[in-house]
């Protein structure tokens, strides 16, 4: 069975900085896909960004990048030029290669908090 | 517009009484799925259906039930066996795995209470 982990239950950042989520994950698959989802008060989960196991390099959506080690199991996010609307719980999701695409094992979450 | 629609947003019902919730998706997605949240212990699995008339028992199947008997629909059952069912559910559906480039999407949840 896989599972995530998230440390850190709670992080506040400054509006325009710049905040590190960290997730590492167990699993004996070799490949496999990596998410991050975005939960705001709204409380509608949001893909943030998505990584192929396979693929070395990190994948990057605007202000989000994340830094994906295979050899540690590690998958963080980075949230660049922080904004109030970024303030949100965030989900670090592992998913095996022949499952569904909603077939997710989730982290406990992050809540992030951006202030001004 | 296209998406998954919850219903109700809030629920109460007395213990020992089961409740429906219900998940109505117009995506025309073959996979659909039912997450229990909680605090701090993110999403769990409850049931997934990949297909109509099909359904697996997720990580938390115990106390809960579901039919799909219809491609848009997939509502879940909380029995009274469920012994902590005040929770937030959240309802998904996405493209058959073998589709690429694709992700989950989400409705936008029941909060349950039991009292």
């Known amino acids: 069975a896989q599972t995530v982990t998230q440390s850190q239950p709670e992080m506040s950042v400054q509006e325009a900085e710049t905040v590190t989520l960290s997730c590492t994950y167990d699993?004996?698959?070799?490949?496999?896909?990596l998410f991050w989802y975005k939960q705001p008060p709204s409380r509608q989960m949001i893909l943030v960004i998505r990584?192929?196991?396979?693929?070395?390099q990190n994948a990057t959506e605007n202000r989000f990048s994340v830094n994906f080690q295979k050899a540690a199991k590690s998958f963080s996010l980075k949230i660049s030029d922080s904004q109030l609307g970024d303030t949100a719980m965030y989900f670090c999701a592992f998913m095996k290669p022949r499952d569904s695409w909603g077939k997710l094992q989730f982290g406990a979450g992050t809540q992030v908090v951006v202030t001004p | 517009d296209g998406g998954i629609t919850q219903s109700p947003k809030y629920l109460f019902r007395k213990e020992g009484q089961n409740v429906t919730l219900s998940c109505e998706q117009n995506l025309n997605h073959d996979a659909m799925y039912w997450y229990r949240q909680d605090p701090g212990q993110g999403l769990r699995l409850i049931y997934y259906?990949?297909?109509?008339?099909?359904?697996q028992k997720g990580d938390i199947a115990e106390g809960y039930s579901v039919s799909r008997e219809k491609k848009e629909s997939f509502p879940l059952t909380v029995t009274s066996a469920q012994k902590n069912p005040t929770a937030f559910y959240l309802c998904?559906?996405?493209?058959?795995?073998?589709?690429?480039?694709?992700?989950?999407?989400f409705g936008q949840g029941t909060r349950l209470t039991v009292v």
């Open positions: 990584q192929e196991a396979y693929k070395q």
């Open positions: 699993t004996s698959e070799n490949n496999y896909y």
């Open positions: 998904a559906s996405s493209i058959s795995f073998r589709s690429q480039n694709t992700e989950a999407f």
């Open positions: 259906s990949q297909i109509v008339n099909d359904f």
